[in-house]
């Protein structure tokens, strides 16, 4: 039942069973499962199977309680059963509502019961559903903050992630604000609408949020991947901390932004890589867009600080798509190539590193970089070009 029914109907794969039987605890133990108790979920048997995935049991006194188990789900659509056999359990009409594209809760309470659900179903959108008008209208009827002040932190995150890396990943940020759901775990994202994203020559859309979300969105046309797109929506942080008296200009944002992030990380209980990924794209990324400005020197030490922060392939993206351009600049793979290099591939014999003073062997070392890098453009720039061959005969 639940997802992997969900996912059969639209022709989907599933690695996640989500099964309900009439088993013991014992004969649970017996088959592998192991019980899992969450602090404001229901406790579940949990088993990893190398053939099928994760394989989670709900447990039932008898086959009676099954409709109320469903009826206990977040949306219609995850309450639909099937037998072994193949027969359709729908007691909600959830096929229909998948059908259509729908998404209604099961009950009015649903929310209640788990306030969670709400970012669930923005993530739902996020995926191109679309909430009934008396779902939305169960969110948009009352104040969430302080039932959501029970909700550890570490479900939204998850939940903002899974919405990342949904079709349209913007839609998700729209909903919180659109519902006024969620500043307590973003109040950041509550501030940009009312932030100038800079000088409107450089900026037509206005607000940090518009433009923070153009950048996702021309990010999320080059990648699926949720570490670019959460480093997209969210690499102008800084900005949040500019002198209102500066504005439209943020002078500084990229240092503050690069402070901001790991604090907003941390807070969020995000991922090590996430925190030092948007921290040095909030840093870099204003460095990149001047790239054919920059010498030699700082644009190998930039592509340096991009692979210490782990952002080399996704620094040119948010870069490309802070400008609306489609590409990186044209050596900058060139740049990351030269600042991985190993001293034995620069060709720097220990014995001269052992003639230098401690403090000397880091600065020539990169020297001898940004000799490579120079050389790499000479010989680039004097290859030949491929001489065009004959026209095709009409």
Wanted: charged letters at 25%.
């Amino acid at each position: 039942m639940g997802g992997i029914v969900r996912d059969l109907l639209s022709g989907c794969s599933s690695s996640d069973i989500d099964l309900t039987a009439t088993l013991s605890p014992h004969e649970l133990v017996s088959s592998g499962f192991h019980r899992v108790s969450g602090k404001t979920t229901s406790a579940i048997w949990f088993r990893h199977d190398a053939s099928h995935g994760t394989i989670e049991i709900t447990p039932l006194a008898d086959l009676c309680g099954l409709e109320a188990e469903l009826a206990r789900r977040d949306f219609t659509i995850n309450a639909i059963a099937m037998k072994l056999c193949g027969e359709i359990i729908d007691p909600l009409g959830g096929v229909d509502h998948h059908a259509q594209g729908l998404l209604k809760a099961c009950t009015d309470s649903s929310f209640d019961d788990d306030p969670l659900r709400i970012f669930r179903a923005f993530r739902f959108e996020a995926d191109g559903w679309r909430m009934t008008d008396e779902t939305e209208a169960l969110i948009s009827c009352r104040e969430w903050n302080r039932a959501l002040e029970h909700i550890p932190v570490e479900r939204f995150s998850r939940e903002m992630l899974k919405a990342l890396q949904a079709n349209v990943p913007e839609r998700f940020f729209q909903r919180m604000l659109e519902l006024e759901v969620g500043g307590n775990f973003l109040p950041e994202l509550f501030r940009m609408p009312q932030i100038p994203a800079g000088p409107l020559i450089h900026h037509p859309e206005g607000d940090l949020f518009s433009h923070s979300c153009q950048v996702l969105q021309r990010v999320s046309a080059m990648t699926g991947d949720p570490l670019a797109r959460f480093c997209a929506f969210f690499h102008d942080l800084g900005k949040l901390a500019s002198d209102p008296t500066h504005y439209p200009r943020h002078h500084g944002h990229d240092q503050a932004g690069y402070g901001l992030s790991r604090t907003f990380c941390d807070r969020l209980r995000m991922p090590a890589n996430y925190r030092n990924a948007l921290a040095w794209t909030s840093r870099l990324h204003g460095t990149l867009n001047l790239w054919e400005q920059l010498r030699d020197s700082t644009r190998v030490r930039t592509a340096e600080q991009a692979l210490r922060g782990g952002i080399a392939d996704i620094l040119p993206l948010v870069s490309a798509a802070d400008k609306t351009e489609t590409r990186p600049p044209g050596d900058w793979h060139e740049a990351v190539r030269v600042a991985g290099l190993t001293t034995a591939e620069l060709g720097i014999a220990p014995a001269r590193l052992d003639e230098l003073p401690p403090g000397k062997r880091a600065e020539y070392i990169f020297q001898k970089k940004v000799q490579s890098f120079r050389a790499a453009k000479v010989k680039s720039s004097v290859s030949p070009r491929p001489t065009p061959g004959p026209l095709p005969t009409p």
